[in-house]
């Protein structure tokens, strides 16, 4: 009777509660009473009035209340499986009294489908799942288990079909509960799920809802909240209103478990059918990256480059603000990296059937990665192996249908062609402009590369030593080497490449600049464009060997000191710092495969005898190391090869190499020769 007169007065209170902490006291007293209850018609009478009690739905947040009633079911359950009936316990004793696991779960079940929602069904049976299975599916029966994920699938399908009905799919409490059970279902339940209906909403919850992503407009609104204080420096004060409204973005229950929804979004990409969905996905995602580069731009915080942040920012905003901001849009921009790369493996493995427009998904894509590229370059793309992935097949794609790639560099062109921005992010935009541009200098016609890329790179190769500009400075050479290697460009490779190579010399720009790795690359490149069969090297014969002199004259001129780690430097086997003179042997030694036959020969011995120049003993092995892997690992052709033998062999090369013991040039006379100047 005491179990009766209890549900009794919860019924009642149900119907009116004054306030949430009211609600949340008579919430967990029900939860205690749910467990509890024996009768399975007091069970399904509960389980149907906390679904459709005015004291609980009558709540303007809605998504609040979908966690709130969830989380109700989920602790019900565990508490009621927590306290299974023992059949050694006298009869009439309490626990033998308690419904099994399999009558109370089907009692709740019965309960949830008396008319209710199917939305309000689906966040009850997600709840008693998440129970089941959190207690490890003691005291439930295999077959009512499967029951309970088909009766969860099957609502779940019905609601998406009901909300897809309507002028707004945006549904953030059925994309939480899918999200939450999505893990615990078997392969065949995660088949059954209406894919083509919960990628759209899912997509639009999460990026587009108030209670997600927002469309990033909460970015524009730190500005107004970032003021000038002490010594001239920003401060964006913890107490501010929009400091406070990206906790609450921060906390909400779609970016809190974004990572989780991320995956649910993957997996549905894979099992769509209808592939027209994944254009409109992507469109969807680049409206929502381009909104966030837009209301980035709109608040101080992007006036200031990352390097400088020590300088013009306050330690509170440094301390606080600032680092849950780029947690959100760290978040952020892994989610779209998880949804662009089952997107590409989908649309590469699907395209022979025709269903998508590939050129125009792949454009999407890069455009996306263009817009989120202010967060991407922060982190560092070289760490993101699902980035690069993303990155390299949209471009591989894209590099196939030239009329598209060239559409795609001029639509992402430089505001000001041949001037350096002093924007970050305009300076973020060039950057992943010149990377695009390095990537489709072999494919488009030399019309672009001479009117576009040359002129883009030229601003950013005369800069001084900018520690802002450095990525840049790269990425320019980089463009710059691709579009002189390139087989269309070789009247722009004829009249540029001088003038590059004495600017590549003259300004000194390594080590100041550029890495080791880059300038090693810069130079074993020009060597091969400037050697046969190229055609650049029938207009300059003898220019990879002046390449090569210079290159030896500034070695003389080097330093034997380690470089410091701040500038890239490699490191040999043992971890120690490369120094200039080292480095610039191993750039001869890398391009000793490009050199002109004839010329290969005379090369060699120049560089073993600077090899042994080297001051430092661990670099000096380093090189040799690196000198023995370019004569035997196939980096020369056969021809070269052969010639390498000989000159090993016959020609003192080993002795010279191995014990420093020139003999290349070595002319004694066999015994009994005659000397040179007999007469007779």
């Not at 003259?506 to 080590?511: C, D, G, L």
């Amino acid at each position: 009777m005491s179990t009766d007169k209890s549900l009794a007065t919860l019924l009642r209170a149900l119907q009116n509660v004054s306030g949430k902490q009211d609600l949340s006291r008579l919430l967990e007293s029900a939860t205690n009473l749910f467990a509890l209850l024996s009768n399975p018609s007091n069970i399904s009478l509960l389980a149907s009035q906390i679904l459709s009690a005015p004291a609980i739905w009558n709540s303007a947040d809605h998504v609040a209340t979908a966690v709130r009633v969830i989380k109700f079911f989920t602790s019900a359950s565990i508490r009621r499986l927590q306290h299974q009936p023992n059949p050694q316990d006298p009869v009439g004793s309490f626990t033998q009294k308690i419904l099994s696991g399999d009558d109370w779960i089907a009692a709740v079940i019965k309960g949830v489908d008396a008319g209710t929602s199917r939305s309000r069904q689906l966040l009850a049976l997600t709840g008693l799942l998440q129970g089941c299975e959190t207690e490890g599916r003691r005291g439930i029966s295999t077959a009512l288990h499967t029951k309970l994920q088909n009766s969860l699938v099957n609502t779940a399908n019905l609601s998406l079909r009901s909300s897809s009905q309507g002028s707004d799919i945006t549904d953030p409490g059925m994309v939480i509960a899918i999200g939450l059970v999505f893990g615990l279902l078997d392969r065949q339940a995660k088949l059954s799920l209406d894919h083509d209906l919960l990628l759209p909403m899912l997509i639009s919850s999460v990026f587009y809802s108030d209670v997600g992503l927002r469309q990033g407009y909460f970015l524009s609104t730190i500005d107004t909240d970032i003021v000038e204080g002490a010594r001239k420096k920003f401060n964006w004060s913890t107490n501010s209103h929009s400091y406070r409204q990206l906790q609450s973005v921060a906390a909400g229950p779609l970016v809190a478990t974004l990572g989780r929804l991320s995956r649910l979004a993957a997996s549905s990409i894979g099992q769509i059918k209808d592939m027209t969905i994944l254009p409109r996905m992507l469109q969807d995602l680049s409206e929502f990256s381009r909104s966030l580069s837009i209301q980035w731009r709109q608040n101080k915080l992007s006036e200031i480059d990352v390097s400088e942040e020590m300088v013009f920012l306050s330690n509170e905003t440094i301390r606080t603000p600032l680092p849950l901001l780029w947690r959100v849009l760290r978040t952020s921009m892994f989610a779209i990296i998880v949804m662009l790369t089952a997107c590409m493996g989908r649309v590469l493995s699907d395209d022979p059937r025709g269903k998508c427009d590939v050129p125009s998904s792949a454009t999407l894509v890069l455009r996306i990665l263009r817009n989120v590229c202010f967060i991407s370059f922060r982190l560092g793309t070289d760490t993101l192996s699902q980035y690069s992935f993303v990155y390299l097949a949209a471009v591989d794609i894209l590099s196939q249908y030239p009329a598209q790639a060239e559409h795609f560099v001029k639509e992402i062109q430089p505001t000001e062609i041949g001037k350096t921005p002093q924007h970050p992010l305009d300076r973020s935009m060039d950057l992943y402009f010149l990377n695009i541009a390095e990537n489709f200098a072999p494919v488009l016609n030399s019309g672009i590369a001479s009117k576009l890329f040359t002129p883009s790179a030229a601003p950013y190769l005369r800069i001084g030593g900018d520690p802002r500009l450095l990525q840049l400075f790269e990425a320019a050479h980089g463009l710059m080497l691709a579009v002189l290697a390139a087989p269309q460009n070789s009247d722009l490779a004829s009249s540029e490449m001088e003038p590059y190579a004495r600017f590549l010399f003259q300004m000194q720009a390594f080590p100041r600049l550029i890495s080791p790795r880059q300038f090693r690359f810069a130079i074993k490149q020009l060597v091969r464009i400037t050697s046969p069969p190229l055609l650049v090297s029938r207009q300059h014969l003898l220019l990879s060997s002046v390449i090569l002199e210079t290159l030896h004259t500034r070695f003389e001129q080097a330093s034997s000191r380690p470089l410091s780690r701040s500038l890239s430097a490699e490191e040999n086997d043992e971890g120690e710092p490369m120094s200039e003179q080292a480095v610039m042997v191993l750039a001869l030694v890398d391009s000793l495969p490009s050199l002109p036959f004839d010329a290969l020969e005379d090369w060699l011995p120049i560089a073993v005898r600077s090899i042994h120049l080297i001051q430092v003993p661990a670099l000096q092995h380093a090189v040799k190391q690196r000198f023995w892997d370019v004569l035997s690992n196939g980096e020369m052709d056969v021809d070269r090869a052969a010639l390498c033998v000989t000159w090993w062999e016959t020609r003192g090369g080993r002795n010279f190499l191995l014990y420093s013991r020139d003999d290349t040039n070595d002319k004694s006379p066999m015994s009994g020769a005659l000397n040179e100047n007999s007469k007779l």
